[in-house]
């Protein structure tokens, strides 16, 4: 599952399997990475990121 992620949203394999574990445990993963984040909007993976920087859930 992991791989298969990074791959669909173009991110790297260490991200994702943050990502993964949000999905399995339905829960969000709090991230500053805004190239991450960005790549997710959009996408139905993208409510499992909160974006640190702005201190609000753009999903």
Do not use: H, P
């Amino acid at each position: 599952m992991i791989v298969q992620i990074a791959v669909r949203i173009q991110q790297v394999v260490y991200d994702c399997v943050y990502l993964a574990l949000a999905v399995n445990k339905s829960c969000q993963v709090v991230t500053a990475n805004e190239r991450f984040f960005n790549a997710l909007q959009g996408d139905s993976l993208g409510s499992y990121l909160f974006w640190l920087g702005t201190s609000r859930n753009y999903s």
